[in-house]
């Protein structure tokens, strides 16, 4: 029994610690006060402050853009390259091909913006939401590549093997059977590219140009400017669209597994 209220206590513990901050961001971005420091009453104005400032919009369709196209290219980069390293397993360079792809998984966010930039400079690529792009496939590809990768390992080759015995070219068969058996994990790597890339500030910070700043860097250029309210108004938005999409991924898988 006291091992059990141990536990318990730990876990409330852990739960507070966690989602207090969270609570507490919730509850100031309704606080009518500009830096809440006091509850000064209930307020809905960061919330039109923060629809009304042309700055963030921008910054955040900049953001989508970014996280939409990166998140395309790593995902069918990523598809490609685990459909090949789980092909071509017994190769003896395959231990090279899995450092190339755990190389960004590893390198920290700084030393990874600072060699993206000087390579970007040093083939005079001008700086904008080119590079921010490149730069976010590059990290998102390794994500999407082990996520796909690990799917791999349990598929049955042996279905393709079958299909081709009956007669099924290569386009039928891509999309008949590697798609729908493949799907779940090439669309959780493709969450995943989605939500790392919308998160991205540090590679984003050294790859970024004029015209191409993107939410975590405009919300880093508002806290040094003194604008906390704003920023938890947008918070909470951005809460509310993350929990939106996560409901509706669980109500999607739940609905193909009940198929």
């Known amino acids: ?82 459909w090949v390293l789980n092909k071509y397993k017994n190769s003896k360079f395959q231990t090279t091909h899995y450092g190339l792809v755990y190389a960004p998984l590893i390198v920290p966010d700084v030393l990874m913006g600072i060699s993206l930039l000087l390579m970007f400079v040093s083939m005079h690529i001008q700086l904008g939401m080119l590079t921010v792009i490149l730069a976010h496939i590059t990290f998102c590809v390794s994500y999407v590549t082990f996520t796909v990768l690990a799917r791999l390992q349990d598929f049955d ?71 906390p309210s704003i920023i938890n108004a947008l918070s909470v938005v951005f809460m509310g669209l993350t929990f939106t999409v996560a409901i509706l991924g669980q109500c999607f898988q739940k609905r193909n597994s009940n198929q």
């Open 157 to 227: 080759f042996n279905i393709i093997q079958a299909a081709q015995d009956l007669g099924a070219g290569s386009g039928r068969i891509f999309v008949k059977i590697l798609l729908p058996l493949l799907g779940p994990g090439i669309a959780a790597g493709a969450m995943m590219a989605f939500t790392l890339s919308m998160d991205d500030f540090v590679v984003t910070f050294f790859v970024g140009g004029p015209g191409s700043t993107t939410l975590p860097v405009k919300v880093y250029s508002m806290m040094k400017h003194g604008a």
């Open 1 to 82: 029994m006291r091992t059990r209220y141990t536990s318990l206590l730990i876990t409330l513990i852990v739960m507070t610690f966690m989602y207090l901050p969270i609570l507490t961001l919730i509850v100031q971005s309704f606080n009518a006060s500009r830096y809440g420091g006091k509850w000064l009453g209930f307020s809905l104005k960061w919330y039109e402050a923060l629809f009304r400032d042309s700055a963030v919009i921008n910054a955040t369709i900049n953001t989508l853009i970014i996280a939409c196209i990166s998140t395309f290219f790593a995902t069918a980069i990523g598809t490609c390259a685990a």
